[in-house]
Each structure stands twice: as structure tokens, then as C-alpha cells.
């Protein structure tokens, strides 16, 4: 697989939660994989990564709401999104990539995404 798979999106109301999942392109142990997103006509941001070792960083715009973890046995990692909001509409991607301290470093493998939308 070279492309890694997104699911979960959907629509919601504002203030519920929804987790997306990710099969990445590479082996969770022996790669960090960071949550992007991105809104048409903007630049793709960083939400959160978790390293090899599981250390977790996120962008303050998400911490104390957003939650990232990994399953190693199935290779998968997953965003819990809690208390979302409007602003967090979006197409979300996950990456397998590799971190350095608080810098995530994307690889060129991206996958399809998955919607999330949320009304206010």
C-alpha cells in the first residue's frame, strides 16, 4: 500500500464528536504519523502527529478537544474529536512520516481524505 486510507468523516452539529481512522502508507513503529487538514482554497495544516514511541503534540487550535492514537497490532491511527466546531470543517489526512522534537516532516504519500463538516 502506498497510499494511506481515511475514514470517519461526516457531518455533525457543533459541540459533538466524531473519530477518524487512518491506515497509513507505512509501519506505525517504525514511522510518526501526523492528522492534516485543509479547507479549499487554503494551505494544508498540521492538527496533531504521535511518534513511533507514542509522544503526542498538537496545535493549539485542537489541544484539550482532539486526541491522537494508534493501534501497532492493526497499524492504524485515529483522531478523537471532541466538542468540534464550526472552524474545524475540513478534509482531514493522515501521513506517515517522521518527527524531529515538535516538527513533523510529511512524506509525499497522501490519500483521498475524509470530510469532515460541521454545523453551527
Known amino acids: 500500500q502506498v497510499q494511506p486510507v481515511e475514514s470517519g468523516g461526516g457531518l455533525v452539529q457543533a459541540g459533538e464528536s466524531l473519530t477518524l481512522s487512518c491506515v497509513p502508507s507505512r509501519s506505525i513503529r517504525d514511522n510518526a504519523v501526523g492528522w492534516y487538514r485543509q479547507v479549499p482554497g487554503e494551505q494544508r495544516e498540521l492538527v496533531a502527529f504521535?511518534?513511533?514511541?507514542?509522544?503526542?503534540d498538537y496545535k493549539h487550535f485542537v489541544k484539550g478537544r482532539f486526541t491522537i492514537s494508534r493501534d501497532n497490532a492493526k497499524n492504524m491511527v485515529f483522531l478523537q474529536m471532541n466538542d468540534l466546531k464550526a472552524e474545524d470543517t475540513a478534509v482531514y489526512y493522515c501521513?506517515?512520516?517522521?518527527?524531529?522534537?515538535?516538527?513533523?516532516?510529511?512524506?509525499?504519500?497522501w490519500g483521498q481524505g475524509t470530510q469532515v463538516t460541521v454545523s453551527s
Open positions: 501521513n506517515a512520516g517522521r518527527s524531529v522534537g515538535v516538527y513533523f516532516y510529511a512524506s509525499k504519500y
Open positions: 504521535i511518534t513511533s514511541d507514542g509522544v503526542t
